[in-house]
C-alpha cells in the first residue's frame, strides 16, 4: 500500500472528522516478506493541543486518542502531501538499488518511515541477514539519496532518524 493510498483512506473513513485542523508530520511502516506493505502508522499533529493522534491503516482504518509529544518542546513540521512525488515502492525500488550497488547485503526486512524537515524525506531502514542496518534518506520530492550509512545492530546506535 503507498503512503497515499493510506491518507486517502483516512479522508474517507468516519473518523476523518476528528482530525480536522491537525497536520501529517510522519508515517511509518515495515514491509512484509515480498517487499510490500500492509500497514501504516500515520501521525497527526494538533499545534493548539501539542498532542498527537496515531492512525493506523491497513485494510481498516483505526484512530487512537490523543497522546502527548515525548518532549515538550519538540518541533513538530507538517508534511504536505502534494511534496510526495517519490511513492513508496519507488523509494524502496532506490534504496535496494543502492544497497546492492553499495553495500551487497541480503535485505532481512525493512522499515520505512516519511519525515518532514526542511524537504520531506523517507528514511529507509534495510535489517540485512548479517544484523546489520543500512540507512538510507531519499528525498520525497526527487528521489535523490540524501544520505547513507551502515552500522552493526548490537553497536548500541539509533534505528531511526
Known amino acids: 500500500m503507498d503512503i497515499k493510498d493510506a491518507i486517502k483512506k483516512i479522508k474517507e473513513s468516519p473518523d476523518f472528522s476528528k482530525l480536522e485542523g491537525k497536520t501529517l508530520c510522519s508515517a511509518i511502516a515495515f514491509t512484509n516478506?515480498?517487499?510490500?506493505?500492509?500497514?501504516?502508522e500515520l501521525n497527526y499533529?494538533?499545534?493548539d493541543t501539542k498532542k498527537i493522534n496515531r492512525v493506523v491503516v491497513s485494510d481498516v482504518v483505526e484512530l487512537f486518542p490523543e497522546n502527548s509529544l515525548f518532549k515538550e518542546d519538540s518541533a513538530v513540521s507538517q508534511i504536505n502531501e502534494n511534496d510526495?512525488?517519490?511513492t513508496?515502492?519507488?523509494?524502496?525500488?532506490?534504496?535496494?538499488?543502492h544497497n546492492e550497488t553499495q553495500y551487497k547485503q541480503q535485505a532481512q526486512k525493512m522499515f520505512i518511515a516519511l519525515h518532514a524537515g526542511k524537504t520531506p524525506h523517507w528514511s529507509i531502514n534495510i535489517?540485512?541477514?548479517?544484523?546489520s542496518v543500512i540507512q538510507i534518506k531519499?528525498?520525497?520530492k526527487t528521489g535523490k539519496i540524501i544520505e547513507s550509512?551502515?552500522?552493526?545492530?548490537?553497536?548500541?546506535?539509533?534505528?531511526a532518524s
Not at 516478506?33 to 501504516?40: A, F, G, L, P
Request: charged fraction near 30%.
Open 33 to 40: 516478506k515480498d517487499n510490500d506493505i500492509d500497514k501504516w
Open 45 to 47: 499533529y494538533d499545534g
Open 84 to 86: 510526495i512525488v517519490v
Open 88 to 97: 513508496t515502492k519507488d523509494a524502496l525500488k532506490i534504496a535496494m538499488k
Open 127 to 131: 535489517i540485512t541477514n548479517v544484523l
Open 138 to 140: 531519499i528525498s520525497a
Open 149 to 159: 550509512k551502515t552500522h552493526n545492530l548490537f553497536q548500541g546506535k539509533g534505528v
